[in-house]
C-alpha cells in the first residue's frame, strides 16, 4: 500500500522524447490526487506536474506545452510524457501521491527515475 515505481528515464538528445510510467496502487490511484516532480543536481526539488482524480492537471511554467501527464485507471498507472526535452530538464524525476493537506505535502514517494537530456 502506497507503493510508487517510476520507469522510463534514461538518456536522450536535447529536442527528442521520453514517457516515464509511475505504477501505484489502485487504491492511491483511485482516491489520490497524484504528481511528478524533480531534483536537479544543486537544485531544490520542483514540482513539474499533477493531476486529480477528475483529470484535471497542472503544470509547471517551464514545461508547459511540451509535457503531458496522463493516467490509465485499469493500469493504475501515471504517465508523463516528455517531449521536445532540453538540457535543463535533466533531474531525477520522482512521482508522489496522496496529497495531505494537515501536513502540506504527498504521503507516498518513488525512488526516482534518472532523465538525462544531452546537446
Known amino acids: 500500500q502506497g507503493q510508487l515505481v517510476e520507469s522510463g528515464g534514461g538518456s536522450v538528445q536535447a529536442g527528442g522524447s521520453l514517457k516515464l510510467s509511475c505504477t501505484a496502487s489502485a487504491y492511491s490511484f483511485s482516491t489520490c490526487r497524484m504528481a511528478w516532480y524533480r531534483q536537479a543536481p544543486g537544485k531544490e526539488r520542483e514540482l513539474v506536474s499533477s493531476?486529480?482524480?477528475?483529470?484535471?492537471?497542472t503544470y509547471a511554467d517551464s514545461v508547459k506545452g511540451r509535457f503531458t501527464i496522463s493516467r490509465d485507471t485499469g493500469k493504475s498507472t501515471l504517465y508523463l510524457q516528455m517531449n521536445s526535452l532540453k538540457i535543463e530538464d535533466t533531474a531525477v524525476y520522482y512521482c508522489a501521491s496522496c496529497w495531505s493537506v494537515s501536513r502540506r505535502e504527498y504521503n507516498y514517494w518513488g525512488k526516482g527515475t534518472q532523465v538525462t537530456v544531452s546537446s
Open positions: 493531476t486529480n482524480r477528475s483529470g484535471t492537471a
